[in-house]
Protein backbone atom coordinates (compact mmCIF):
# COMPACT_ATOMS: atom_id res chain seq x y z
CA UNK A 1 0.00 0.00 0.00
CA UNK A 2 2.76 2.45 0.95
CA UNK A 3 4.54 1.66 -2.55
CA UNK A 4 1.65 2.51 -4.53
CA UNK A 5 1.05 5.67 -2.31
CA UNK A 6 4.53 6.24 -3.25
CA UNK A 7 3.75 5.68 -6.83
CA UNK A 8 0.71 8.36 -6.68
CA UNK A 9 3.55 10.52 -5.17
CA UNK A 10 2.56 10.43 -1.62
CA UNK A 11 5.91 12.68 -0.41
CA UNK A 12 4.57 10.75 3.53
CA UNK A 13 4.59 7.54 1.93
CA UNK A 14 8.40 8.02 0.63
CA UNK A 15 9.40 9.29 3.91
CA UNK A 16 7.72 6.53 5.66
CA UNK A 17 9.38 3.95 3.25
CA UNK A 18 12.66 5.32 3.68
CA UNK A 19 12.09 5.25 7.20
CA UNK A 20 11.46 1.70 7.38
CA UNK A 21 14.32 0.56 5.12
CA UNK A 22 16.75 3.09 6.87
CA UNK A 23 15.48 1.02 10.20
CA UNK A 24 16.21 -2.47 8.79
CA UNK A 25 12.45 -3.12 9.41
CA UNK A 26 10.84 -6.70 8.90
CA UNK A 27 8.63 -5.31 5.92
CA UNK A 28 12.24 -4.50 3.65
CA UNK A 29 12.24 -7.67 2.02
CA UNK A 30 8.51 -7.07 0.82
CA UNK A 31 9.14 -3.30 0.15
CA UNK A 32 11.69 -4.25 -2.26
CA UNK A 33 9.67 -6.76 -3.66
CA UNK A 34 6.96 -4.33 -4.67
CA UNK A 35 9.55 -1.67 -5.85
CA UNK A 36 11.28 -4.29 -7.85
CA UNK A 37 9.40 -3.57 -11.16
CA UNK A 38 9.86 0.52 -11.31
CA UNK A 39 13.70 0.37 -10.44
CA UNK A 40 16.62 0.30 -12.04
CA UNK A 41 15.08 3.52 -14.19
CA UNK A 42 16.42 6.09 -12.51
CA UNK A 43 19.75 8.24 -13.25
CA UNK A 44 21.77 8.11 -10.16
CA UNK A 45 24.10 10.53 -9.71
CA UNK A 46 27.18 10.64 -6.69
CA UNK A 47 28.50 13.24 -5.21
CA UNK A 48 31.96 13.40 -3.30
CA UNK A 49 34.83 14.95 -1.80
CA UNK A 50 36.65 16.80 1.29
CA UNK A 51 33.94 18.34 3.99
CA UNK A 52 32.65 21.95 3.18
CA UNK A 53 33.87 21.47 -0.57
CA UNK A 54 30.38 22.71 -1.71
CA UNK A 55 28.41 19.31 -2.38
CA UNK A 56 25.15 20.60 -0.26
CA UNK A 57 25.31 23.18 -2.06
CA UNK A 58 26.30 22.20 -5.46
CA UNK A 59 23.59 19.56 -4.63
CA UNK A 60 21.25 22.27 -4.27
CA UNK A 61 21.82 24.03 -7.47
CA UNK A 62 21.94 20.73 -9.53
CA UNK A 63 18.48 20.18 -8.32
CA UNK A 64 17.80 24.05 -9.93
CA UNK A 65 18.82 22.39 -13.18
CA UNK A 66 17.11 19.33 -13.20
CA UNK A 67 13.59 20.84 -12.21
CA UNK A 68 14.36 23.26 -15.47
CA UNK A 69 14.60 20.64 -17.48
CA UNK A 70 11.75 18.86 -16.03
CA UNK A 71 13.08 16.25 -14.24
CA UNK A 72 11.87 14.59 -11.08
CA UNK A 73 15.05 14.55 -8.64
CA UNK A 74 15.52 12.79 -5.42
CA UNK A 75 18.56 13.82 -3.30
CA UNK A 76 20.22 11.73 -0.50
CA UNK A 77 22.23 12.97 1.75
CA UNK A 78 24.55 11.22 3.97
CA UNK A 79 25.02 12.91 7.09
CA UNK A 80 28.02 11.79 9.33
CA UNK A 81 26.30 11.05 12.45
CA UNK A 82 28.41 9.96 15.78
CA UNK A 83 29.09 6.44 16.06
CA UNK A 84 27.83 6.97 19.72
CA UNK A 85 24.89 8.45 19.52
CA UNK A 86 23.49 7.58 15.77
CA UNK A 87 22.23 11.08 15.25
CA UNK A 88 22.97 13.21 12.31
CA UNK A 89 23.84 16.36 11.36
CA UNK A 90 21.28 18.24 9.79
CA UNK A 91 23.13 20.97 8.02
CA UNK A 92 22.60 19.86 4.75
CA UNK A 93 18.53 19.80 5.22
CA UNK A 94 18.89 23.47 5.69
CA UNK A 95 21.25 24.28 2.88
CA UNK A 96 18.56 22.49 0.31
CA UNK A 97 15.51 24.42 1.79
CA UNK A 98 15.11 25.64 -1.50
CA UNK A 99 12.95 23.07 -2.80
CA UNK A 100 11.32 21.65 0.34
CA UNK A 101 7.95 23.15 -1.10
CA UNK A 102 8.64 21.79 -4.71
CA UNK A 103 6.08 18.31 -4.87
CA UNK A 104 8.58 17.18 -7.88
CA UNK A 105 11.76 16.92 -5.26
CA UNK A 106 12.08 14.62 -2.63
CA UNK A 107 14.91 15.09 0.19
CA UNK A 108 15.93 13.51 2.63
CA UNK A 109 19.35 13.37 4.95
CA UNK A 110 20.25 9.99 5.88
CA UNK A 111 22.51 8.79 8.87
CA UNK A 112 25.87 6.65 8.47
CA UNK A 113 25.26 5.17 11.61
CA UNK A 114 28.89 4.01 11.79
CA UNK A 115 28.63 2.71 8.26
CA UNK A 116 32.43 3.14 6.35
CA UNK A 117 32.85 4.42 3.10
CA UNK A 118 30.65 7.67 3.26
CA UNK A 119 27.05 5.91 2.74
CA UNK A 120 24.24 4.47 4.87
CA UNK A 121 23.90 1.20 4.50
CA UNK A 122 20.53 1.67 3.47
CA UNK A 123 21.58 4.37 1.10
CA UNK A 124 20.77 1.78 -2.17
CA UNK A 125 17.55 0.45 -0.73
CA UNK A 126 16.78 4.19 -0.37
CA UNK A 127 17.86 5.10 -4.03
CA UNK A 128 15.29 2.31 -5.25
CA UNK A 129 12.44 3.76 -3.05
CA UNK A 130 13.28 7.24 -4.66
CA UNK A 131 12.99 5.75 -8.26
CA UNK A 132 9.67 3.77 -7.30
CA UNK A 133 8.41 7.41 -6.72
CA UNK A 134 9.24 8.15 -10.14
CA UNK A 135 12.16 10.56 -9.72
CA UNK A 136 14.38 10.40 -13.01
CA UNK A 137 17.16 11.39 -11.39
CA UNK A 138 18.86 10.78 -8.01
CA UNK A 139 21.46 12.34 -6.59
CA UNK A 140 23.61 11.22 -3.61
CA UNK A 141 25.95 13.53 -1.36
CA UNK A 142 28.17 11.78 0.73
CA UNK A 143 29.51 12.26 4.02
CA UNK A 144 32.62 13.92 3.34
CA UNK A 145 35.36 11.77 4.89
CA UNK A 146 38.64 12.65 2.87
CA UNK A 147 39.59 9.13 2.66
CA UNK A 148 36.88 6.43 1.96
CA UNK A 149 34.22 8.00 -0.18
CA UNK A 150 34.92 5.56 -3.16
CA UNK A 151 31.92 3.38 -2.08
CA UNK A 152 29.53 5.73 -3.39
CA UNK A 153 31.11 4.85 -6.99
CA UNK A 154 29.85 1.38 -7.11
CA UNK A 155 26.05 2.97 -6.22
CA UNK A 156 25.90 5.81 -8.48
CA UNK A 157 25.78 5.52 -12.79
CA UNK A 158 28.42 8.88 -12.50
CA UNK A 159 30.19 9.80 -9.68
CA UNK A 160 31.49 13.36 -9.41
CA UNK A 161 34.35 14.38 -7.29
CA UNK A 162 34.47 17.98 -5.80
CA UNK A 163 37.66 19.69 -4.69
CA UNK A 164 38.41 23.13 -4.00
CA UNK A 165 41.14 25.37 -4.44
CA UNK A 166 44.54 25.18 -2.09
CA UNK A 167 43.23 22.27 -0.08
CA UNK A 168 45.79 20.05 -1.30
CA UNK A 169 43.13 18.45 -2.61
CA UNK A 170 44.55 17.18 -5.95
CA UNK A 171 47.14 15.41 -4.51
CA UNK A 172 44.81 13.80 -1.79
CA UNK A 173 42.91 12.58 -4.38
CA UNK A 174 45.12 10.60 -5.98
CA UNK A 175 46.45 9.01 -2.75
CA UNK A 176 42.60 8.27 -1.95
CA UNK A 177 42.09 6.36 -4.77
CA UNK A 178 39.71 9.03 -5.87
CA UNK A 179 41.18 9.50 -9.12
CA UNK A 180 39.90 6.24 -10.56
CA UNK A 181 36.32 6.61 -9.25
CA UNK A 182 35.77 10.51 -10.91
CA UNK A 183 33.50 10.44 -14.27
CA UNK A 184 33.68 13.85 -13.48
CA UNK A 185 35.94 16.58 -11.35
CA UNK A 186 34.14 19.46 -10.11
CA UNK A 187 36.81 22.33 -8.97
CA UNK A 188 34.49 24.27 -6.57
CA UNK A 189 35.06 27.87 -5.02
CA UNK A 190 36.76 28.76 -8.38
CA UNK A 191 36.23 32.96 -7.12
CA UNK A 192 39.37 31.42 -4.79
CA UNK A 193 42.86 31.88 -5.49
CA UNK A 194 44.37 28.94 -6.99
CA UNK A 195 41.52 27.70 -8.72
CA UNK A 196 43.76 27.41 -12.51
CA UNK A 197 46.29 25.40 -10.14
CA UNK A 198 43.96 22.75 -8.95
CA UNK A 199 42.68 22.46 -12.59
CA UNK A 200 45.74 22.03 -14.11
CA UNK A 201 46.99 19.61 -11.46
CA UNK A 202 43.89 17.59 -12.36
CA UNK A 203 43.97 17.84 -16.20
CA UNK A 204 47.94 16.44 -15.57
CA UNK A 205 47.21 13.65 -13.64
CA UNK A 206 43.91 12.61 -15.98
CA UNK A 207 46.62 12.61 -18.59
CA UNK A 208 49.00 10.71 -16.82
CA UNK A 209 46.51 7.65 -16.22
CA UNK A 210 46.24 4.72 -18.61
CA UNK A 211 42.89 4.79 -20.80
CA UNK A 212 42.12 2.36 -23.94
CA UNK A 213 40.45 3.18 -26.90
CA UNK A 214 36.57 4.08 -26.20
CA UNK A 215 37.38 4.44 -22.68
CA UNK A 216 35.83 7.76 -20.81
CA UNK A 217 38.01 10.58 -19.62
CA UNK A 218 37.21 12.18 -16.72
CA UNK A 219 35.63 15.68 -17.13
CA UNK A 220 36.78 18.88 -15.57
CA UNK A 221 34.20 21.35 -14.82
CA UNK A 222 34.91 24.44 -12.66
CA UNK A 223 31.71 26.34 -10.60
CA UNK A 224 31.22 28.77 -8.15
CA UNK A 225 28.46 26.73 -7.18
CA UNK A 226 27.75 29.34 -4.15
CA UNK A 227 26.47 31.67 -7.10
CA UNK A 228 25.14 28.19 -9.10
CA UNK A 229 27.86 29.58 -11.95
CA UNK A 230 28.77 26.38 -13.58
CA UNK A 231 26.35 24.39 -12.76
CA UNK A 232 24.88 24.15 -16.33
CA UNK A 233 28.37 22.85 -17.51
CA UNK A 234 28.01 20.21 -14.37
CA UNK A 235 24.93 18.87 -16.25
CA UNK A 236 26.35 18.98 -19.24
CA UNK A 237 29.18 16.67 -17.80
CA UNK A 238 26.84 14.35 -16.30
CA UNK A 239 24.76 14.12 -19.33
CA UNK A 240 27.65 13.37 -21.50
CA UNK A 241 28.80 10.37 -19.30
CA UNK A 242 25.27 8.84 -19.11
CA UNK A 243 25.45 9.23 -23.01
CA UNK A 244 28.96 7.56 -22.58
CA UNK A 245 27.18 4.89 -20.97
CA UNK A 246 24.81 4.13 -22.81
CA UNK A 247 26.75 3.99 -26.32
CA UNK A 248 29.41 1.48 -24.41
CA UNK A 249 26.49 -0.48 -23.19
CA UNK A 250 28.16 0.12 -19.91
CA UNK A 251 25.31 1.21 -18.40
CA UNK A 252 23.36 -2.29 -18.10
CA UNK A 253 26.54 -3.86 -17.73
CA UNK A 254 27.18 -2.08 -14.61
CA UNK A 255 23.80 -2.19 -13.04
CA UNK A 256 23.58 -6.47 -14.09
CA UNK A 257 26.95 -6.32 -12.09
CA UNK A 258 25.59 -4.29 -9.72
CA UNK A 259 22.65 -6.22 -9.00
CA UNK A 260 24.58 -9.91 -9.37
CA UNK A 261 27.28 -8.53 -6.52
CA UNK A 262 24.14 -6.96 -4.39
CA UNK A 263 22.82 -10.72 -4.36
CA UNK A 264 26.22 -12.30 -3.34
CA UNK A 265 25.87 -14.98 -0.64
CA UNK A 266 27.33 -17.96 0.38
CA UNK A 267 27.99 -20.56 -2.13
CA UNK A 268 30.47 -18.06 -4.00
CA UNK A 269 34.32 -17.46 -3.14
CA UNK A 270 33.24 -14.14 -1.55
CA UNK A 271 34.16 -15.27 2.36
CA UNK A 272 37.28 -17.05 0.90
CA UNK A 273 38.92 -14.35 -1.00
CA UNK A 274 37.85 -11.90 1.80
CA UNK A 275 39.85 -14.09 4.43
CA UNK A 276 42.82 -14.31 1.70
CA UNK A 277 42.52 -10.49 1.47
CA UNK A 278 42.97 -9.97 5.26
CA UNK A 279 45.72 -12.31 5.50
CA UNK A 280 47.87 -10.65 2.71
CA UNK A 281 47.37 -14.43 0.94
CA UNK A 282 46.08 -11.98 -1.72
CA UNK A 283 45.39 -8.66 -3.04
CA UNK A 284 42.12 -7.15 -3.12
CA UNK A 285 42.48 -6.57 -7.40
CA UNK A 286 43.04 -10.00 -8.07
CA UNK A 287 40.44 -11.19 -5.62
CA UNK A 288 37.90 -8.95 -7.06
CA UNK A 289 38.76 -10.07 -10.52
CA UNK A 290 38.72 -14.02 -9.34
CA UNK A 291 35.04 -13.01 -8.04
CA UNK A 292 33.76 -10.94 -11.17
CA UNK A 293 35.55 -14.42 -13.22
CA UNK A 294 32.63 -16.41 -11.04
CA UNK A 295 29.96 -13.94 -10.94
CA UNK A 296 30.20 -13.98 -14.72
CA UNK A 297 29.99 -17.88 -14.67
N1 LIG B 1 33.64 31.02 -1.79
C1 LIG B 1 32.82 30.03 -2.06
N2 LIG B 1 32.18 29.38 -1.06
C2 LIG B 1 31.36 28.37 -1.39
C3 LIG B 1 31.16 27.97 -2.74
N3 LIG B 1 30.30 26.91 -2.74
C4 LIG B 1 29.99 26.67 -1.45
N4 LIG B 1 30.61 27.55 -0.64
C5 LIG B 1 30.51 27.64 0.83
O1 LIG B 1 31.26 26.59 1.43
C6 LIG B 1 30.63 26.17 2.64
C7 LIG B 1 30.41 24.66 2.64
O2 LIG B 1 29.48 24.36 1.62
P1 LIG B 1 28.62 23.02 1.64
O3 LIG B 1 27.84 22.98 0.36
O4 LIG B 1 27.90 22.86 2.91
O5 LIG B 1 29.79 21.94 1.59
P2 LIG B 1 29.67 20.35 1.80
O6 LIG B 1 30.73 19.73 0.96
O7 LIG B 1 28.28 19.90 1.56
O8 LIG B 1 30.03 20.21 3.33
P3 LIG B 1 29.84 18.92 4.26
O9 LIG B 1 28.55 18.25 3.87
O10 LIG B 1 29.81 19.47 5.63
O11 LIG B 1 31.04 18.05 4.00
C8 LIG B 1 29.33 26.97 2.76
O12 LIG B 1 29.55 28.06 3.61
C9 LIG B 1 29.09 27.44 1.34
O13 LIG B 1 28.36 28.63 1.29
C10 LIG B 1 31.84 28.69 -3.77
O14 LIG B 1 31.72 28.41 -4.95
N5 LIG B 1 32.66 29.69 -3.36
MG1 LIG C 1 26.99 18.77 2.79
Known amino acids: MLVERARDGDPRA ?93 IRSMSSRGHLGGLSAATPQAVRVLEGAGCDVVLVETVGVGQAEVEVASLADTTLVLLAPGMGDAIQAVKAGILEIADVFVVNKADRDGADATVRDIQGMIALGERGPGQWRPQVVRTIAARGEGIDDVAAAIDKHRAWLVEHDELRRRRELRARIGSLRDGTQLPALAAEVASGATDPYAAAEALLAQLSG
Open 14 to 106: VARLITLVESGDDTVPAIAAALAPYTGRAQVVGLTGSPGVGKSTTTNELVRALRAHGHRVGVLAIDPSSPFTGGAILGDRVRMQDHATDPGVY
